[in-house]
């Protein structure tokens, strides 16, 4: 079983850097602009891109989102990965570790606080195991375990539904999966962090998770990597896997859309932005829609794989176009971003603009 998602991961990989698989819907992030100023009153010096997550303190606001693991390709883009975070001071969430729990000798492609001993690091398994049948299921001692043998400062647990039922093979009983979230949160000693995968949280679903005792969420929305689509490239070409796939790549809740809407139904809990995000200026109207820390994961997949030094000068790209956006909106620090985001235009406009009216 271990080897059989060994391979899965390797080929999700191939594919990711390979082929076309990025969503047909958008971020959102197109239907707002943060408003210039003229006159910033300050120098470029003086921006402080400082962020506070789950008590840790970052240099930016930037989590290396989830990717990869369970092989020895995957183990060399992590350990690139965990150094640029360490050299930057981000943050960084590892890819699932299914693979190290069901086979102890796999967690070690997961292991990467040699290079990052100081970085805000996060665990990372898929929450429909929490009520797999039989030997499949986890318990608190499985998140335990894939938490303790990285030396992770917290857990993300991932929802999939979508990619789930479009895998052969997938666990798509979902049945019970709430409960066994509550349960984890009152259970494990580290914060609990609950992701889509892509296709966005809605306000309701994040409203139950926050009852669940969660720490932090991931709105993860529907604009960059379509693991639908991902799955439709695994399947072959003209088979029923292929045409069952192909109409997800619009599926899925923007990822403006969805950071706002849970935003307004969780005003006091962190909240990461994910989906789509590739530039400092999307980081910055991120933050100033809501967002705590804003993930990036698709964008820097080839930075990685080219090595560490290719990633760490993507990474500070991203970081000094934040710092600029900051400092041309005259926002001193990542609070004074909040209320500087203005619509382009309305939904309706945003509609006819995109051609669905």
Known sequence: MAEKHAQRKTEHLQICLREEVRSAVRTGLERYRLEHQALPEMALADIDTGAEFLGRRLRAPLLVSSMTGGTPEAHAINLR???????????????SQ??????????????VRSVAPDIALCANLGAVQLVAKGQLAYGVDECRRAVESVGA?????????????????????????????????GALNVPVIVKEVGWGLSAAVAHQLVQAGVAALDVAGAGGTSWS?????????????????????????PTAEALCAVRAACPTLPLVASGGIRNGVEVA???????????????????????????????????????IAMFCSGARTLSDLRGRVR??????EALRAEGDL
């Open 229 to 253: 689509e991902v799955e439709r490239r695994r399947a072959v070409a003209g088979t029923d896997a292929d045409d069952l796939a192909a109409p997800f790549v619009s599926w899925g809740i």
């Open 153 to 185: 400062d917290a857990l993300i647990l991932h929802l999939n539904p979508l990619q789930e039922a479009l895998q052969a093979g997938g666990n798509t009983d979902f049945s019970g999966v709430l409960a066994a979230i509550t349960r984890l949160c």
């Open 81 to 95: 990965l965990a150094t640029a975070a360490q050299t930057l001071g981000l943050a960084m969430g590892l890819g």
């Open 285 to 323: 109207l991120s933050v100033g829609l809501g967002a705590d820390l804003v993930g990036m994961a698709g964008a820097l997949l080839q930075p990685a794989v080219e090595g560490a030094e290719s990633l760490t000068r993507s990474l500070q790209v991203v970081v000094e176009q934040l710092r």
């Open 343 to 348: 619509a382009r235009y309305s939904h309706q």
């Open 98 to 111: 299914r693979a190290g729990i069901e086979n102890p000798a796999l967690m070690d492609t997961f292991r």
